[in-house]
């Protein structure tokens, strides 16, 4: 049978080429017509196995049953492949323009690479966090797989209303032509009468999400600020991945400021109005400037914490096929960037001139870079300020080390840290399950732990301790310096632990995590702590901690060094959003404002005096922060230091004529009387809208209070 196939792979491909190079629709028509009709295929597949595992569906389906009278469009993927994610999208808009009444279904037919990833629990949080609601089948031991020879991940198979094989595509190059004659055979086989409008009974499955619409979900990335070195900011940011926005806390776990919305998207602006989609890598370039990689939009953009401000710096929002580069800004097209890291521009000043920002480009197996400004890189080479260009890969999916950064290859390169001190950055190469080395002086690649010999095998993995390539990761997405003990941790995604590798001997050994999918905290000696999936990970200004990004547990974690201890991060966003029915008790202002029914900006301005004889209490913290009631409310900031004048503005949501909502401003204040005599002062603001077609959209006022 696998003969057979191949006879369609390659009538498939004759087919695609020509239909990519033609544009007359009525051509494109015949073409496909007389390719269906004259395609020589007898070949009958083996339905699904009884006893495999389904996800949004109800039942168990059938090629000869439930999808006969179906255009039926089968996508051999597994979760973890690069090249398979990027098909997803034109999936998506296939089905956002043909349902399954109109005679198409999508099935997923997960083929495990990895032997994390064939666990269903595993698999029912991937498709949730890529959003994936057509029916998928768990074919963890590959038989479906095997029994027709798939050749790679992704293929597309693409099936007539009689379960016959007639369209072959294998990779992710050429995937918006097959769709396009997906369209085309399903107008064909309408027109022949060949097609039902039976349903199905898909039902998305979304049990795995948190109960909390404000707690985190499927938190990629974490990072801290390490730009103020004499007093450490200890600024963090979360990319909260699954909810397409970034999370500022302090490092106590207060969050300071959100970043975008819970739906997906791609624009600038300030801190509401902003999208973002799938989020991962985040960099501090300052206190008040951070870099991320929005992935899922192909671009990076960049944070003013100062002025509240979302700004595109790369890419052009749509995936890109370059594997060289060197447009300047937004004008130079990316593949989902992973991972961010900033390094040196020069030598001389490589704790200072962090100018140099390394993008982890998963999407085409390579290291590449955005020159903040003018620089000489490698062999005196001269970048201009803006220019994105790839420094290190092939492009080709390898694990191949070499003296020559151009000739060295990657495979799907999810994490990246910078070690100062050795003048080098730390690689995790998730396909490859190796950790790799870039030296910043030469560019030189080397291996660091896990992975093989060879640079095409990428099947290496597991869970072992031991010396470079002894040691055995599986599928590792971030890496973290620590110079305190010359240590790298490494979040070792789907083994479900935190490992440290010591860089003096090349030695990798299990730092944390029982090796099994599980959310346990406590001493992380022995099995006791758990993970499930873990994407990123990041080292404390003071390196005493390890803040972790416990990916499928949506939630943080900190690993304490000193005490061996791990503990969970409360991440407060859920307490910006209290139900408000009434005044709070000791509110010491009110105001009354009317705005229009389609919502819109209060800008408000709060100016809260102390009188003569009470001054704040030195070192203790003097915090603002709004209370909204729900989640529709929005804001440039949500909380932070007090200052005598803040002006806030609040996204205002639609709502009814007539209706009335409010939000909270808190100030919380510990305070010295002339006597010595301490006190604190909570004190509450609020500020109710009244909804009126009369009113405007756009409203302001003022609070004045003067504690006493």
């Known amino acids: 049978m696998a003969g057979k196939l191949d006879e369609v792979l390659v009538s498939s491909a004759k087919l695609l080429e020509i239909l990519a190079g033609t544009t007359d629709g009525e051509e494109e028509e015949k073409l496909v017509a007389e390719y269906i009709r004259t395609l020589n295929n007898h070949v009958r597949l083996e339905d699904f196995k009884n006893n495999l595992e389904w996800f949004n569906t109800s039942k168990s389906l059938s090629l000869y049953g439930d999808l006969k009278g179906k255009v039926v469009v089968l996508d051999f993927f597994t979760y973890c492949c690069i090249n398979c994610l990027h098909i997803l999208p034109y999936l998506k808009t296939l089905e956002d323009t043909c349902s399954v009444k109109d005679g198409l279904v999508i099935v997923g037919v997960h083929s495990a690479k990895f032997n994390n990833e064939k666990d269903s629990a595993n698999i029912l949080s991937a498709l949730q966090r890529y959003e994936v609601h057509h029916p998928v089948v768990n074919d963890s031991e590959g038989i ?243 220019t994105c260009v790839a420094i290190v890969g092939t492009g080709k999916e390898e694990n191949r080390n070499n003296l020559y950064p151009h000739a060295a290859a990657f495979a799907q390169p999810s994490g990246v840290t910078l070690s100062p001190e050795l003048q080098a950055v730390f690689v995790a190469d998730s396909e490859s399950s190796s950790i790799r080395r870039v030296s910043l002086v030469d560019g030189k690649v080397s291996a660091v732990a896990g992975g093989s010999r060879s640079p095409f095998d990428l099947f290496q993995f597991g869970d072992v301790d031991g010396k470079l390539y002894d040691a055995k990761l599986q599928h590792p997405l971030g890496v973290a310096w620590c110079p305190r003990n010359e240590t790298l941790y490494v979040a070792d995604s789907y083994n479900h632990k935190i490992k440290a590798i010591s860089i003096s001997t090349n ?24 993970f499930s999936e873990p994407g990123g990970l990041c080292v404390s200004s003071d390196a005493s901690k390890i803040y972790i990004a416990d990916t499928n547990n949506h939630s943080i974690k900190v690993i304490h060094l000193e005490l061996e201890l791990l503990e969970r991060v409360d991440v407060h966003i859920s307490n910006m959003y209290k139900k408000k029915t009434r005044a709070p008790r000791n509110c010491v202002q009110t105001k009354i404002a009317k705005i229009h029914p389609n919502g819109g900006m209060a800008k408000l301005k709060f100016i809260v005096g102390l009188d003569e004889g009470l001054s704040l209490t030195p070192d203790a913290p003097q915090k603002w922060a709004l209370e909204f009631p729900d989640e529709e409310w929005q804001s440039n900031n949500l909380s932070g230091e007090y200052k005598k004048e803040l002006d806030v503005e609040l996204t205002v949501p639609k709502a009814k004529e007539n209706q009335s909502t409010s939000a909270v401003m808190v100030f919380r204040l510990y305070l010295c009387r002339a006597n010595n005599e301490c006190l604190m002062k909570n004190l509450q603001f609020l500020c109710t809208v009244h909804y009126d077609t009369a009113a405007p959209t756009v409203i302001s006022d003022s609070f004045k209070y003067i504690v006493s």
């Open 507 to 530: 030695f990798c050994k299990t730092f944390a995590g029982s090796g099994k999918s599980g959310d346990s905290v406590g001493p992380i000696g022995g099995n006791s702590v758990q």
């Open 144 to 386: 479906m797989w095997n029994d027709i020879a798939i050749p790679c991940w992704p293929t597309l198979l693409v099936l007539g209303p009689s379960g016959e094989p007639i369209l072959v595509q294998v990779g992710e190059s050429g995937v918006a032509v097959a769709l396009k004659f997906v369209k085309i055979a399903l107008k064909y086989f309408r027109e022949k009468g060949y097609l039902s409008e039976h349903t199905l009974p898909v039902t998305p499955a979304a049990h795995l999400r948190p109960k909390c619409n404000n707690s985190l979900l499927f938190p990629g990335k974490i990072t801290v600020c390490h730009c103020c070195k004499e007093k450490p900011c200890g600024t963090i940011a979360i990319s909260d991945t699954g909810n397409h926005r970034v999370v500022i806390m302090s490092d106590c776990g207060k969050v300071e400021s959100v970043i975008g919305g819970t739906e997906k998207g791609c624009s600038d602006g300030t801190f509401t109005e902003a999208r973002f989609n799938g989020p991962q890598g985040l960099a501090f370039q300052s206190c008040k400037l951070l870099f991320v990689a929005d992935t899922e939009n192909h671009c990076i953009r960049k944070i003013d914490l100062t002025a509240c401000q979302v700004t595109t710096v790369a890419g052009t929002g749509k995936q890109g096929h370059d594997t060289a580069g060197g447009g300047l800004w937004t004008q130079q097209s990316l593949s989902s960037p992973w991972d961010l890291c900033l390094v040196p521009g020069r030598e001389a000043d490589a704790q200072n001139d962090l100018s140099v920002l390394l993008i982890a480009m998963a999407g085409t197996h390579q290291l590449w870079a955005l020159f903040l400004r003018d620089a000489v890189w490698w062999k005196q080479r001269f970048y201009k300020e803006g």
